[in-house]
């Protein structure tokens, strides 16, 4: 008989995110179709009681928590020690937890302590009988395998987007509290903060509702001959502005800037998109002067409805990666769409 | 007293991105079609974490770097020809599967064993670097395993930047959500650095380094002791190519102001 830890941390303003509030439903759906299984509930953070509570009528038979200053922080030592003792007195056999980045450092750590085997950025989940399978993708989501183990404990981690975020009522629930106590060894690590890559870093925004990419495209040569750098920035920065979007790139762009070319301060690696960059999650995307080579539409493998504008009729989107193709000068084609927003 | 770091890279060989892959289901489990006659490349991530060694330890008096590669001998053997030149390191070689099936667990069991026989290795100056996630497995998991065999409990997931101030303290940039980066100061080494991009650009070719490189390269390769990578109780119940279903709308030869308020009412549906 299966108990299926669902684990996770408060985030910096003591709540449970988004990408855990889905994770426990993945963890209370697998519950429910693994006959007799039992489901526990841990979490750490520096004040779990928030995120407890919101989370307390999840059904799970039993709530641990491991709390204090020492625990605010994403620090991998203190982190480790606090999901060991979570894991070891829920006598865990499947732990489910969000990919967050905190957790996606800390869980293989923790999975090698306790022996056990992990499975990180499953997309979903499947029982046949009594046996756990699980998907998630090889070879930069080149490939997809359902794969069952048998040693125990058996982690995986759940990337955002799979499941719904869990809500329900709170339910009067006693929480273990257990003590993990830190020597020196474990506070070698302070965290001091948050930096924004570079000025313009808020182009990023993962809750956006569309994913607008720019390709290589936007710092060529143009019909006149000439490179229209001013101008391909400030059609950017427009439609990013109108569309509320999230900023995405190819690696071609960000290489450009990266080898100290001039190309566009407000993008920097980290929104590159592709095999050797991100792949993040959004019901829209549109890509703009970028040619959908295979390694950059890895990329695009979360994105819902996609769309691209290309001068080239022909170019990789056209072969079965977008849902429509607009052939057109995205100079004049994307400053149209932002007055219409 | 000594002084500098010793890096150990963990990195091996990935089938080159741009090569499409079939699966084929062996008697030990599920594996590429040709496997072994795939163009390969160094796992891009993991090269991150070599050329940024390469740099720490060219500005730290006394350093070393090891490259620790898990994978068919004669495939990193022929790695071995384009990356010797890129930057200097001891190749620790261990002949086994480089398959992205292979599993994590085993995979970090043979690769701290190879760690722990390394002769002059001083762990307390060690810096274990690695990728955030192979291009293979892509599970961003092996690092922090290989870690936990050594006893190290300072570690960093996704790095861009590792800076070392003049008392030896470590500052550590690492991607966390909404791009940004969490900021860490650590004591020193030993510690676990598993890299993204870095901010170093690849370096070009260098013959003296190659010469150098190879030397210790051919030996290692033939010391290299084999690793089973035993996946006890791990069933593949398919493996297969994810379906490329959409059928693409073109539109041309239509006024661009259509186009514009086409795709202006579906970004605001
Ligand atoms: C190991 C490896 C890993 C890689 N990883 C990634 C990755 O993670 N992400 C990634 O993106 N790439 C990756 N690549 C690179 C990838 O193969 C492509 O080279 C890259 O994505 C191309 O970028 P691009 O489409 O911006 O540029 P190009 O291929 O140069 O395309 C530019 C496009 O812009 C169009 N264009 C030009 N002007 C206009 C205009 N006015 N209006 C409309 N369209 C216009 C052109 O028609 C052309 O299609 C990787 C490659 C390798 C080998």
Redesign the interface.
């Given at each position: 008989m299966e108990t299926i830890l669902f684990l996770a941390h408060t985030d910096d303003d003591g709540a449970l995110g988004r990408v855990a509030l889905e994770a426990l439903t993945g963890a209370t759906q697998l519950r429910s179709q693994m006959p007799g299984a039992k489901l526990a509930f841990g979490i750490l953070g520096a004040d779990t009681a928030t995120a407890t509570q919101s989370a307390s009528g999840c059904g799970a038979d039993a709530f641990y928590a491991v709390a204090g200053v020492d625990f605010a922080a994403s620090r991998y030592a203190s982190d480790a020690a606090a999901l060991e003792a979570i894991c070891r007195a829920a006598g865990a056999t499947i732990v489910v937890a969000p990919a967050t980045a905190r957790f996606n450092r800390v869980m293989p750590g923790v999975a090698q302590r306790l022996n056990g085997r992990i499975d990180t950025h499953v997309s979903g989940f499947t029982v046949n009988g009594d046996e756990l399978r699980v998907q998630r993708g090889f070879y930069r989501q080149r490939m997809v395998a359902t794969l069952t183990r048998s040693v125990r404990p058996w982690f995986l981690t759940v990337d955002g987007g799979v499941f719904q975020p869990w809500a329900g009522a709170s339910a009067a629930v006693s929480v273990q509290m257990l003590d993990v106590t830190l020597g020196d060894a474990l506070r070698r690590t302070t965290v001091t903060g948050y930096q924004a890559p570079e000025a313009n870093a808020q182009t990023i925004r993962p809750d956006a509702n569309l994913l607008f990419v720019a390709g290589v495209g936007w710092t060529k040569k143009q019909s006149d001959g000439q490179v229209h750098l001013d101008e391909a920035a400030s059609a950017i920065l427009g439609f990013l502005d109108k569309a509320s979007a999230s900023l995405g790139s190819s690696k071609s762009l960000v290489d450009q800037s990266s080898e100290g070319h001039n190309v566009f301060s407000f993008m920097s690696h980290l929104n590159q998109v592709g095999q050797t960059g991100a792949t993040p999650r959004h019901p829209k995307g549109l890509s703009t002067c970028c040619h959908g080579e295979e390694p950059h539409v890895v990329g695009w493998r979360f994105i819902g409805e996609r769309r691209a504008i290309n001068l080239d009729a022909n170019c990789g989107w056209a072969q079965g990666k977008a849902d429509v193709v607009y052939v057109a000068d995205a100079f004049e084609l994307v400053r149209k769409i932002t007055k219409l927003l | 007293m000594s002084t500098g770091f010793h890096v150990v890279v963990l990195g091996s060989l990935?089938?080159d991105?741009?090569q499409?892959?079939e699966?084929v289901q062996g008697p030990a489990g599920?594996g590429?079609k040709n496997e072994l006659m795939l163009p390969a490349v160094l796992d891009?991530?993991a090269a991150h974490a070599l050329f940024e060694a390469a740099h720490l330890a060219s500005q730290h008096a006394g350093s070393k770097v090891w490259l620790v590669s898990l994978g068919p001998k004669a495939k990193l053997q022929q790695l071995m020809m384009s990356i010797a030149q890129k930057a200097p390191f001891e190749l620790v070689a261990v002949d086994g599967s480089a398959s992205?099936?292979a599993?994590?667990?085993a995979v970090?069991e043979a690769l701290a064993g190879a760690i722990e026989k390394i002769a002059g290795l001083d762990r307390s100056r060690l810096l274990l670097f690695g990728g955030c996630a192979s291009?293979?497995?892509?599970?961003?998991?092996?690092v922090?395993?290989v870690?936990?065999?050594l006893g190290i409990?300072?570690?960093?997931?996704?790095a861009?930047e590792l800076r070392v101030s003049p008392d030896g303290m470590l500052?550590v940039?690492?991607?966390?959500?909404?791009?940004?980066?969490?900021?860490?100061?650590?004591?020193?080494p030993p510690?676990v650095v598993a890299w993204a991009?870095g901010?170093l650009?690849e370096p070009p070719n260098n013959p003296q380094v190659g010469m150098l490189n190879m030397r210790g390269i051919m030996p290692a390769l033939q010391k290299a002791a084999s690793a089973p990578l035993a996946s006890?109780?791990?069933?593949?119940?398919?493996?297969?190519?994810?379906k490329?279903?959409?059928?693409?709308?073109?539109?041309?030869?239509v006024p661009?102001?259509d186009?514009?308020?086409e795709?202006?009412d579906?970004?605001?549906a």
């Open positions: - | 990935v089938p991105m741009l499409t892959l699966p599920p590429l891009p991530w992205g099936f599993d994590a667990f970090a291009a293979s497995r892509d599970a961003g998991t092996v922090q395993m870690g936990e065999r409990a300072d570690q960093f997931l996704a861009d500052t940039l690492e991607r966390v959500e909404g791009g940004r980066y969490l900021v860490s100061d650590v004591a020193g510690c991009t901010n650009p006890t109780g791990t069933t593949y119940v398919s493996v297969e190519v994810p490329q279903d959409r059928k693409t709308r073109i539109v041309k030869d661009l102001d186009m514009a308020r795709i202006a579906w970004i605001k």
